[in-house]
Each structure stands twice: as structure tokens, then as C-alpha cells.
């Protein structure tokens, strides 16, 4: 079996019933390297329930890259699937050193709970991602707009996010956001993230809320990315 047909066997048994590299929101205008493959994983603690996340994605050529996943959320004890993304990224311009990139996503996020007695269709949404590298990737900037249509609201909103990277040494990046949408208050996440093999096995750790609202939307996560060498010629 080729590398790329074993990757979409695991793709099709993930749990059927995702951004820049975890932990943010804000997208880059970056891809994984080309025909290789990455794993973003995190477990996400609210105030009243947990998330485990798993997106697994590849860029199947030079300038597209695919992901497919989805989360599981806990709450009273009950587990129920409650996100599942579709998304296509290629780039109109790769982000370089000192320089800028950008880009565009488009994807599809279906949320069983709620569409399981509707169609199989989800929400929608596009946006175009722009970085910016400074002092030789020192600090790097992340600049989203976009749209998206909520079904189970019928209304479309802005969406946007600014986020930053900020590099303490060659293993280590403090990372920092705030994101949201024209109808609501928007959030923001600090925290650290880490190459335990570089290049390869990426940890990361995360606080999050939304801006002046106490409590109620906080969270905690923990993650951990794995990136492939190229599967395929």
C-alpha cells in the first residue's frame, strides 16, 4: 500500500460524527511541506466540558493542502461528536524570511449533535490568511479576514483574527491572539509552544477567554503535533 493511500485509510475511520499550526486560530500563510503529512492533536478544557481534537492534513502536491478531522467533546460524562472539518488551503504567495505571504482557505464544518436530523450540510466558510515575517522570523504576523455561513443560525458573519509569534529560542515560541466576528465579543489565547525533535514533534500549551467576560468562556489546552518527512514522489 503507497504512504498516501495507508494516510487516507486512516483519514476515512476517523470519527465522522482545525487553522494555523495548534494552538491558534489565526491562520498562517504557510503549508506542510510538500507531499508530506502533519497530525494536529490538543484536548481543550472548558469551564463545563472537554474537547479531544485530532486534524490530520497533507499537502498533496506543491500548493494544496487537505485536512480532515473532527472533535469529540465530553459533558456530564457523555461523549458525543460535535465537529467535523473539511478544509482546502493553497497559497497565492509562501511566506519567506523578511518577507510576506498569503493565502486561501476554504472548508466546511458539519456539527453531528445539531445536523444529524438535517442534511448533511454543515457551515461554510472562506478567509484569506496573510503572514509577515520580521527580524529574520523573530516575530512573525498572522492576519485573517473571511466569511462564514452559520446553518443552524442562518446568518453569515465577518470573521477575522491577529496573531503573533514570537521566537525565545530555537525551540521555544510565545504565541499570542485575539479573533472573533462582527456579531459577538471577540476571544483571545497566549502560550507557549515547543519543538521536542524540530521539524517533527511539536508540544504546545494554551490559555484562552473571551475579552471582559469573566469567566464563562475560558479554556485550557494541551496539545501535540507530529510532522512526516515527504511519503511520496
Keep these: 500500500m503507497k504512504p498516501c493511500h495507508f494516510l487516507l485509510a486512516i483519514l476515512l475511520v476517523l470519527p465522522a460524527a482545525a487553522h494555523a499550526a495548534r494552538p491558534m486560530i489565526t491562520d498562517d500563510a504557510r503549508l506542510v511541506d510538500p507531499r508530506s503529512c502533519q497530525l494536529e492533536s490538543w484536548a481543550k478544557h472548558n469551564k463545563n466540558s472537554d474537547e479531544y481534537w485530532a486534524l490530520p492534513g497533507c499537502n498533496v502536491g506543491d500548493n494544496l493542502e487537505l485536512t480532515y478531522g473532527g472533535a469529540i467533546s465530553r459533558e456530564d460524562g457523555n461523549a458525543n461528536t460535535t465537529d467535523v472539518i473539511l478544509q482546502a488551503k493553497p497559497l497565492f504567495r509562501p511566506l519567506t524570511t523578511n518577507n510576506y505571504g498569503i493565502g486561501l482557505v476554504v472548508g466546511h464544518a458539519r456539527h453531528p449533535s445539531v445536523d444529524e436530523k438535517s442534511s448533511m450540510l454543515g457551515d461554510a466558510y472562506a478567509y484569506l490568511p496573510a503572514s509577515f515575517s520580521l527580524a529574520d522570523d523573530a516575530l512573525i504576523l498572522h ?50 509552544r515547543y519543538w521536542l525533535v524540530k521539524e517533527r514533534v511539536q508540544i504546545d500549551t494554551t490559555y ?24 511520496w514522489h
Design 143 to 192: 492576519l485573517n479576514l473571511g466569511w462564514l455561513h452559520e446553518k443552524a443560525e442562518h446568518q453569515n458573519k465577518l470573521t477575522w483574527g491577529v496573531g503573533s509569534e514570537t521566537r525565545l529560542n530555537d525551540r521555544l515560541q510565545a504565541i499570542a491572539e485575539v479573533f472573533g466576528d462582527d456579531r459577538e465579543r471577540p476571544f483571545y489565547q497566549i502560550g507557549l
Design 208 to 231: 484562552g477567554n473571551r475579552l471582559d467576560q469573566g469567566n464563562e468562556d475560558r479554556w485550557l489546552s494541551v496539545g501535540l503535533r507530529l510532522l512526516s518527512p515527504q511519503l
